[in-house]
Antibody, heavy 118, light 110 residues
Framework: EVRFLESGGGLVQPGGSLTLSCEAS????????MSWVRQVPGKGLDWVSS???????YYADSVRGRFAIFRDKSKDTLLLQMNSLRAEDMALYYC????????????WGRGTAVTVSS | HSVLTQPPSVSAAPGQRVTISCSGS????????VSWYQQVPGTAPKLLIY???RRPSGIPDRFSGSKSGTSATLGITGLQTGDEADYYC???????????FGGGTKLTVL
């Protein structure tokens, strides 16, 4: 069974940094692209970033230059390094396998919450 | 506002059929695959349809997807109270080089 365990969320001050982790299991991690999607409670889904099988990366305009997506294949873990955090980055962050450009976002984690506040 | 446009809400009675539309442009729906997601409040989204009209294993055939030009449609037949959820369409945008979602449609089963 495909599973994701997200961690790393928490409270951070504006301008601060956080790194989210998504530990994958149940499939061959290196064979799939991966994505991060966020959601403000009560609002819609907001695509954040994706990484392809070959390591190609893509970012929403709102996070480009501040966030970095990468994968640790030795640990089957997807990461999202978030710098210069803003109040508008506050959301529940989900990881999922796949991408919106291919066969969709197949399986989703349960999410990790990021709060940006002083 | 979202790049893909969905109606905010739809409703129908149990057992009936409902459709949810998703309107985009030539740079996203018009040239890329569409996927659909179901999100029951308080839970993570679940993939319902991928590559416009394909269902992952375990998704009942009451759910269907179609695409025509720059619009896509999710159909649900034999509505059940358990289908009450938010539904989102998603696609890649070739021009913006980003993933895009619709704003979501809340389905109420009356």
């Amino acid at each position: 069974e495909v599973r994701f365990l997200e961690s790393g969320g928490g409270l951070v001050q504006p301008g601060g940094s956080l790194t989210l982790s998504c530990e994958a299991s149940g499939f061959t991690f290196s064979n799939y692209g991966m994505s991060w999607v966020r959601q403000v409670p009560g609002k819609g889904l907001d695509w954040v970033s994706s990484i392809g099988i070959g390591g190609d990366t893509y970012y929403a305009d709102s996070v480009r230059g501040r966030f970095a997506i990468f994968r640790d294949k030795s640990k089957d873990t997807l990461l999202l390094q978030m710098n210069s955090l803003r109040a508008e980055d506050m959301a529940l962050y989900y990881c999922a396998n796949g991408g919106l450009g291919g066969s969709g976002l197949d399986v989703w984690g349960r999410g990790t919450a990021v709060t940006v506040s002083s | 506002h979202s790049v893909l446009t969905q109606p905010p809400s739809v409703s129908a009675a149990p057992g009936q059929r409902v459709t949810i539309s998703c309107s985009g442009s030539s740079s996203n729906i018009g040239s890329r695959y569409v996927s659909w997601y179901q999100q029951v409040p308080g839970t993570a989204p679940k993939l319902l349809i991928y590559e416009n009209n394909r269902r992952p294993s375990g998704i009942p055939d009451r759910f269907s997807g179609s695409k025509s030009g720059t619009s896509a449609t999710l159909g649900i037949t034999g509505l059940q109270t358990g289908d009450e959820a938010d539904y989102y369409c998603g696609a890649w945008d070739n021009s913006l080089r980003v993933g895009v979602f619709g704003g979501g449609t809340k389905l109420t089963v009356l």
